[in-house]
């Protein structure tokens, strides 16, 4: 089972900053079948990202995705408030396809 | 507009097994594959597993002796089953499109385990 490691745990910015997560894989994926989520509470995941750098269908373009073999990052070039959130890194590429266990973006 | 909604009984006795069902609208399920995913309070992410309409399932070997997930292209419906649940089964259930999760998934349905 491939191990997915996202860094930090939380992190405390402010509205109009610029992002970086790091998901990291215990061993290199298959092609690039890395998704990013954004969970807001009480609600579903939204999937942000596919194939590691795809933007998904209404995902506005301060959202990007990018990475190979084991190491990959979300960034968000300016938050919005609507932004902070808990993000999960997926891989679809080894069955079971894993999650990481979030980093959560909070309001400093 | 794809919708997915998911459905059963909100608590569950341990040892007993528990039934959801994932209502489709606005696509076929013929069309897609189809995932469940769980997320008990507070913590992360697990996929369950997916199933084609033909019936070609893919299971997390976690879960693989307990789990069933089925369709009913009748009924534009997707069933998960787990068997002999404990209170780690607690969880709010998702069902979504996709081999793995993807762009379409219901609101989740919370699960209780509990005597």
Sequence with gaps: EIVL???PGTLSLSPGERVTLSCRASQSLSSTYL???QQKPVQAPRLLIYGASGRATGIPDRFS???SGTDFTLTIS???????????????????YTFGQ???LEIK | QVQLQESGPGLVKPSETLSLTCTV???SIRSYYWSWIRQPPGKGLEWIGNIYYGGSTNYNPS?????TISVDTSMNQISLKLSSVTAADTAVYYCARGTYGGDYWGQGTLVT???
């Design chain 1, 5 to 7: 490691t996202q860094s």
């Design chain 1, 35 to 37: 998704a990013w989520y």
């Design chain 1, 65 to 67: 995705g990018s990475g």
């Design chain 1, 78 to 96: 300016r938050l919005e408030p609507e932004d902070f959130a808990v993000y999960y890194c997926q891989q679809y590429g080894s069955s079971p």
């Design chain 1, 102 to 104: 979030g980093t959560k």
């Design chain 2, 25 to 27: 609208s606005g696509a």
């Design chain 2, 63 to 67: 879960l693989k002796s307990r789990v």
């Design chain 2, 113 to 115: 385990v509990s005597s």
